[in-house]
Structures are given as C-alpha cells and as structure tokens.
C-alpha cells in the first residue's frame, strides 16, 4: 500500500515535499516514481528513482526544480518540488514497479495528493 502527503496550495515560486509511506511489501525491492496527472490532461511522469536511491529520472520540465529521494529505513519516498510554477498544478501520485524502467509500467500506486500553484 502506498500513501501520499504533503500536497497544498503554494503561490508560484514555493515549494512542497510530498512524501509517500509505503506499507506490506518489501519496499527497498522496488523501483519508485511519482507521476502526476493535470486537470483534464493524460497522467504523465514526473521522476523515480531505484530501489537504491542510487540512479534518478527526471522529466523535463521539472529537472533543477524537483528532487527524488527515498529513505529505505523509514519505507518512505519523498519528491521536493522548489520553485513551483502554475503548470504544476496537478495529483501526484506515488508508484512502486520490481523492475527500474523509469517509464514502463508500474505495478502499485497511491490515490494520489493535489497539489495546487496559485499564480
């Protein structure tokens, strides 16, 4: 099971850590990625990173503003988002797949946490 946190309503330029717990698997196995999907807009990649910490992934529009990290002690994925923009906007959501393929299928999702950029 996988759990996000930390969205809101941030102004254009702040920043958010969205966090996602995850819970009943062998979290330090699994390849992890956050995905977002905009208002009325297909659900798109955003980041992941390995089930080491030790490779990224970034789409680019967010690369130099978003940072993806995991904690393997706490079963914890965390994306620090800085300087936020409108197009930001959107749910983001969390996802675990057994294998690193950064934009392949994943195999276990969150419900996701909106996040909102006021202009």
């Known amino acids: 099971r996988l759990v996000e946190s930390g969205g809101g309503l941030v102004q254009a330029g702040g920043s958010l850590r969205l966090s996602c717990a995850a819970s009943?698997?062998?979290?330090?196995?699994?390849?992890m990625g956050w995905h977002r999907r905009a208002p009325g807009q297909e659900r798109e990649f955003v980041a992941a990173i390995d089930w080491s910490g030790g490779s990224t992934w970034y789409e680019k529009s967010v690369k130099g503003r978003f940072t993806i990290s995991r904690d393997n002690a706490k079963n914890t994925l965390y994306l620090q988002m800085n300087n936020l923009n409108t197009d930001d906007t959107a749910v983001y959501y969390c996802a675990a797949q057994m294998y690193s393929d950064p934009k392949g299928i994943y195999d276990y999702w969150g419900q996701g946490t909106q996040v909102t950029v006021s202009s």
């Open positions: 009943g698997h062998s979290f330090s196995s699994y390849g």
